[in-house]
Nanobody, 118 residues
């Protein structure tokens, strides 16, 4: 079973920055869409950012201009640079992957906690 391995996360004060990284399968890296989701207790998991093999990026409206998703092809990994963090960004963040054209994300990381304090 394919597993994604996340690193990063932690606690930071509002206005600060954090960086998340996700190691993806080498064999399929060039053919998969990589994304970051987040979830808070009692709420549905929401898509934060995604990046296609072409480099095309999409962001959830509340993080535009603050978060940057990048593919690091040489490392078969994806990062999420989070700047100007707000308390409402506090959540468990998940790395996920799916094949191009698929609607369902089949591969997930274990999740990493991001806590932003005021």
């Amino acid at each position: 079973q394919v597993q994604l391995v996340e690193t990063g996360g932690g606690s930071v004060q509002a206005g600060g920055s954090l960086r998340l990284s996700c190691a993806a399968p080498r064999r399929t890296f060039g053919r998969i869409v990589m994304s970051w989701f987040r979830q808070t207790p009692g709420k549905q998991r929401e898509l934060v950012a995604s990046i296609a093999p072409s480099g095309t990026r999409n962001y959830e409206d509340s993080v535009k201009g603050r978060f940057t998703i990048s593919r690091e092809n040489a490392k078969y990994s994806v990062s999420l640079q989070m700047n100007s963090l707000k308390t409402e960004d506090t959540a468990v963040y998940y790395c996920a992957a799916k094949a191009i054209g698929d609607a369902i994300y089949n591969y997930w990381g274990q999740g990493t906690q991001v806590t932003v304090s005021s």
